[in-house]
């Protein structure tokens, strides 16, 4: 089927401004408090074991209006999400040993885009000095978009069309996320770079397995509250159906203990063969609780919720950008990836760390 496509660089961009818990007046954390934001009165799905272990996990955290998170990255107020995305991308081409002439295809997922209808990767690709032949396009898979990138980019080289790929990843939820929003803490700014380009040696993108429920698309949006989002008033991020948000969470398990196997299974493997789990980061006990499930129990891993709280599609990169620098992602590594993100969507790719 073609030569497999590896990771050759990453590339990661946290703003400066750190902010903490205590930034947020004990006034407006009282009324979190009040609104007992982990309090589920009615199941909004079966009680499966799945879903018990999550209802567990959280809580946990039911005295804990910050839900886990202790710190995040905020940008600036000048700052733009192609600034990030630029940033990171020029780290990733450098540790990969890319030339940015040589890159085919740039496949980006900005969270807040620079304008809407104007794919904020042509920023970057100009910013880059890009070949003018170069394919951009975006893709729009919410949280779980870096799966959906991995798995484009891996069909384009296998092709033979494509040789190398920049995938970009932001999150600038401080913009559209109003401080006094309860969700607020759980969020954070930041950008992510992959390049991806062949590989030998049995290393790279193996296999892959996606879901969708449509039903759900209306579980954490933005837009202007009780209009469309075209309408007059800001556009913030909330909830249009706080059920469907706490079904998609308390999902999130069974999800992963149905397509991570899924993944594995179509590459011959199983969960005990995995030396390292790159896990979503959109709640802190999501990476602890799936792996235990799933049996992966010889993984290692990375944790990064508490320090950056969740970057949205930068999530995963930044996982493995940590695990990679700290000795825990090695070459040769068999890799399981698991995400998911509103819409509703959820994905598994599994990889071999490394160029072969």
Known sequence: ????????????????????????????????????????????????????RALAAMGKLKNDPFNGSIERRVMTPEQWSSEMETIAA????????????????????TFCPDYLCAPTGCVV????????????FTVEAACNT????????????????IRNVLLLQSAAFSKVMPA????????????TAV?????????????????????????????????????????????????MAQAIILGS??????????????????PADVDFYACHQGVPWLREVTQEYCGLDRARWVDTYASFASLSAANIPLVMSIGQREGLLRNGD???????????????????????
Not at 23 to 50: C, N, Q, Y
Not at 94 to 102: N, R, S
Not at 146 to 161: E, H, K, N, W, Y
Not at 180 to 191: C, H, I, K, V, Y
């Open 253 to 270: 398990v069974d999800r992963a203990q149905q397509i991570i196997p899924e993944a594995l299974g179509k590459a011959g493997f199983t």
């Open 146 to 161: 870096f799966p959906v990138q991995l798995t484009l980019a891996d069909q384009m080289i296998r092709s033979g069309t």
């Open 334 to 356: 068999l890799v399981a990836v698991f995400s998911g993100g509103t819409g509703e969507t959820w994905a598994s790719v599994v990889l071999r760390w490394g160029r072969g």
């Open 1 to 52: 089927m073609g030569v497999a496509a590896g990771i050759l660089g990453i590339g990661v961009y946290l703003p400066e401004t750190i902010r903490r818990n205590d930034w947020w007046p004990e006034s407006v954390v009282s009324r979190w408090r009040e609104k007992a934001m982990h309090r589920i009165d009615r199941l909004p799905l079966p009680a499966t074991e799945g879903v018990n």
């Open 125 to 136: 690709h100009e910013r880059l000095g890009l070949s003018s032949s170069c394919l951009t």
């Open 90 to 109: 020029k780290q990733a081409l450098e540790q990969a040993q890319i030339d940015p002439k040589e890159i085919d295809a740039v496949i980006s997922f």
């Open 180 to 191: 006094e929003s309860p969700m607020s803490p759980w969020l954070g700014d930041g950008a």
């Open 195 to 243: 390049v991806l380009g062949p590989v030998g040696g049995g290393h790279g993108v193996i296999s892959y397995a996606h879901g969708t429920d449509g039903s759900r698309h209306r579980a954490v949006v933005c837009g202007v509250p009780g209009k469309r989002w075209y309408e007059d008033g800001r556009i913030v991020g909330y909830s249009e159906d706080p059920a």
